[in-house]
C-alpha cells in the first residue's frame, strides 16, 4: 500500500529518507530564488565601441580613396593637356615642311572628352616660326612655346 512521505506518494517497498526530500525540496526553492548578478551592459558598451570604431575606419577608408581618385584624375588631365598641346607643335611642324612660308592658327579637337589644341605660328627673328601652342584637357590647360627654325 502506498505511504505518504513529506507530501509525496511512495509506493510500497520503497523507503525515503526525509532529510533526502528536503534536499530536493530545497534545490528546487534555491534555483528559483537564485538572483543573478547585475548585469552593468559591458558587453553592450564594447560591441558600440567596436562597431564605431569599424564604422570610422571604413569612412576614413572611403575618404583616402576618393581623395586619391581626385589626385589621379588630376594628374592624367595634366598629362593630357601636355601632350595635346605638343600635337598642335607637330601639326604646325607638318604645315611649314609642305608650306615654309605658312603662318597661322590650326585648331583641333573632338579627342575623348572634348579634349583640343590650338597652335599659332607666327614669324619670329633670323628666319625662325615662333609656335604658340595651347592644349586643354578637361579643365587643366597647358601651353607650350616652341621656336622653329627654317
Known sequence: MPCMAAGMVVPAGITVSISGAHHVQEQLTSRRKRKYPPRGGAALLLSLFIISFVTLMVVNVLDTTTLELSALRNTLEYERA????????????????????????????????DDTYQATAVSGANHTVIVTSKGVAGEVTRTIQATIEL
Open 82 to 113: 601636355l601632350y595635346l598641346a605638343n600635337a598642335g607643335v607637330h601639326e604646325v611642324a607638318a604645315q611649314l615642311e609642305v608650306n615654309s612660308t605658312w603662318l597661322g592658327t590650326i585648331t583641333d579637337g573632338a579627342y575623348p572628352a
